[in-house]
């Protein structure tokens, strides 16, 4: 697999310098330079497949001739299922909340950590991720007492849910946890200014694990194959996904995914944090500030994955013009949970239940719709009751957590103070 950086297009990687770059030249993107798409005959004998074998099969063809361990990763990582739940006629929920800590990002931050793994090739390594919620869990567990990797996980102070701060701040060991006083676009700022200070990066063995890293999204794009082999071939004929988007890398999995030839249209779901779709609907591209909502891991106004959603559907020969978008605010999130519980007695929480509001409004008749479940309501227990008069239980895994005392730093939004903090960490 070759890819190229989206801000200087000399500069062409491999996978594996990829995945242990993060990020190139001038912060630009990593991007595959081409998608071979499946035939027709491949896509339906992977159709067939159970959710191993066929990541696997996707995987190699997209990555290639490099990763020997590819396999093993794959059966390493994919351990939990991601079901297909009917909600109302017509829609589904794919939930992809079973792993360890409950939210999609299980599936991207496992599967980097093996790659990296594999690839360091005995180089000590520093994983810093600016997370607004659900990531910094998913990294901190996927990572944890992984040989030779240390974690430093930034995330705004009082502003990710009890449960989600309780996932990174317990687990010790290799993982710390910084609480910024200020906002996710802030905590996001200080990871790039890491990545763009040669000296320390290298002294230190940089890498982020967010969604800038191309594996986590390569593995992503699985989930949607999943999706649609547990539907009929006829509701396959017309699929729709929606996408619940904060940093838009589901979505630029979903349509790599469409690129090897899975046949769907995409539903872009956003909170109020509402830069793409005013951007489609206007053409310009104007970031308010960020506005704190109840689906606070959308709660993203600068979407460091866009980049490359343009960068494929320019390639495909696609137009921007395809996309359905839509924003629910807080308001109407929450009567969109009410109305799935009253039509279905299935509770979801504020991220799904934007995607499936926003499905609703742009499914055809004869379409499918399935939406991404991106989390378990129970890390949003407190809304979720509250929204719903529900008292809904806290799976085993997350009761236990919940109960441990938390060990966070906190630290002003300054990139000297994080420097001075991660060199004493790692005792440099
Ligand atoms: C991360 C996250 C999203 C947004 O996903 P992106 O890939 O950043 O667009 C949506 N919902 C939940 C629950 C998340 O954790």
Request: proline share 5%; net charge negative; with cysteine.
């Amino acid at each position: 697999m070759e890819l190229f950086n989206l801000k200087d297009h000399a500069q062409k990687v491999s996978f594996s310098e990829a995945v242990i770059k993060g990020i190139g030249h001038d912060q630009g993107l990593f991007f595959p330079d081409r998608i071979e798409p499946f035939s027709n005959d491949e896509i339906a004998m992977l159709l067939k497949l159970p959710l191993v074998p066929r990541s696997q099969r996707i995987l190699r063809h997209l990555i290639g001739d490099e990763l020997p361990e590819l396999e093993d990763i794959v059966a390493d990582a994919f351990t939990f299922p991601a079901p297909l739940e009917p909600v109302t006629e017509n829609t589904y929920c794919l939930q992809l909340f079973c792993g360890p800590t409950l939210a999609f990002k299980d599936f991207g931050a496992r599967f980097l950590a093996r790659v990296l793994g594999a690839v360091r090739g005995g180089r000590h390594l520093t994983i810093l991720t600016a997370t607004s919620g659900d990531t910094g869990a998913a990294v901190a567990a996927a990572f944890l007492d992984q040989p030779g990797i240390d974690v430093v996980v930034l995330y705004p102070k009082g502003k990710i849910s009890a449960l989600q701060e309780k996932l990174i701040a317990t687990l010790g060991h290799n993982v710390r946890a910084v609480e910024v006083d200020g906002i996710f676009d802030e905590c996001q700022d200080l990871v790039k200014r890491a990545f763009d200070d040669e000296e320390f990066r290298t002294r230190i063995g940089l890498n982020s694990a967010n969604s800038i890293n191309i594996a986590r999204l390569l593995a992503q794009v699985t989930y949607y194959f999943e999706a649609a082999a547990q539907l009929t071939e006829q509701q396959r004929d017309h699929l729709v996904f929606s996408v619940p988007c904060g940093n838009f890398g589901d979505l630029t999995a979903g349509l790599i995914a469409k690129a090897l030839g899975l046949k769907s249209r995409f539903v872009i779901a956003c909170n109020a944090n509402d830069t793409v779709p005013r951007y489609l609907e206007s053409g310009r591209w104007d970031p308010h500030e960020t506005i704190p909502t109840l689906s606070n891991a959308m709660d993203i106004s600068r979407p460091n994955n866009w980049p490359r959603v343009e960068a494929l559907v320019k390639m495909q020969g696609w137009s921007l013009k395809d996309f359905d978008c839509g924003t629910l605010g807080d308001e109407r999130t929450e009567q969109s949970m009410r109305e799935v519980y009253a039509k279905s007695g299935k509770v979801i929480e504020p991220h799904a239940a934007i995607a499936w509001k926003i499905l609703e409004q742009h499914l055809k008749r004869g379409e499918t719709g399935v939406f991404l479940g991106t989390a378990h309501p129970a890390k949003f227990k407190q809304a979720v009751d509250r929204i719903l008069g529900t008292d809904i239980a806290l799976p085993e895994a997350l009761a236990q957590r919940a109960a441990l005392p938390s060990h966070a730093t906190e630290m002003k939004p300054d990139y000297e103070t994080l420097k001075a903090f991660v060199l004493k960490e790692l005792g440099l």
